[in-house]
């Protein structure tokens, strides 16, 4: 048999391996998943297999049912608005930090990161452009944290953020991306030169952009979304 440790990291393997292809829509909402099928091509047992199943069912990236089987969630709305005002909270609170605060060099590092996303975006025929799009998305929200010294706090709100992942996707399909840049330099301005409800309004913006991808992505696909379970809140001990 396995011993604890190989079995944890198999299970690791499946739990990454399986969230990312939903997360990139390689594994499309209301697909079957088949435990043994699954650890075969990744070459494990089927336990850890199950094991990773059931932890992507705790996170509802995966609906398990003892009628009809284990299938890939919908994407859950309430959850992914949980997630995105969290991440604006958190993010316009490092921005705040940042406000008039900006050295040239840092100004010029913003502007190429932003420069970099303007010249990819304008290529479509670039190799693994989507990803690359998302990693330069990224690294523009990540800078203000690294200028804090904070870059643990966005490392993890990412790992953290998995409905609303899902949709950026489609995003990058729909003509929303294009707004970007422009979103972007909007924020930067705010930063060196505006008030913090400047900010506030130029970051909310580009976060609530996603709600145009899913009223998009929803037109064509309704079946890949649930409007959640909100479980009221319980504060009586």
């Known amino acids: ?31 079957p998943l088949n435990d043994r099928e699954l650890a075969e091509e990744l070459g494990i047992s089927r336990t850890p297999m199950r094991e990773a199943l059931i932890l992507l069912n705790n996170a509802h990236m995966v609906a398990i049912k003892p009628q009809s089987g284990t299938h890939v969630a919908p994407i859950d709305l309430h959850l992914m608005e949980l997630e995105q005002f969290s991440r604006y909270t958190l993010e316009k609170e490092i921005l705040t930090r940042m406000c008039g605060r900006l050295t040239p060099e840092q100004e010029a590092g913003y502007r190429q990161l932003i420069e970099a996303y303007r010249v990819l975006e304008a290529s479509p025929e670039e190799l693994d452009r989507e990803m690359r799009l998302l990693e330069l998305d990224n690294a523009f929200h990540r800078r203000a944290f690294e200028l804090c010294g904070m870059e643990h706090h966005f490392d993890h709100m990412l790992a953290s953020l998995q409905h609303v992942e899902r949709i950026r996707k489609f995003s990058l399909q729909t003509e929303e991306n294009k707004s970007v840049c422009a979103a972007h330099t909007r924020i930067l301005e705010a930063v060196l030169r505006g008030s913090e409800e400047d900010l506030s309004r130029a970051l909310s913006d580009h976060l609530n952009r996603y709600k145009l991808s899913v009223e ?13 379970t909100v479980r009221p809140v319980d504060y009586h001990i």
């Open 1 to 31: 048999g396995e011993s604890a440790m190989s079995t944890r990291n198999a299970r690791d393997l499946a739990y990454h391996t399986v969230r990312s292809r939903i997360i990139t829509m390689e594994l499309k909402p209301g697909d």
């Open 216 to 228: 998009q992505a929803r037109q064509r696909h309704p079946e890949y979304f649930t409007e959640g």
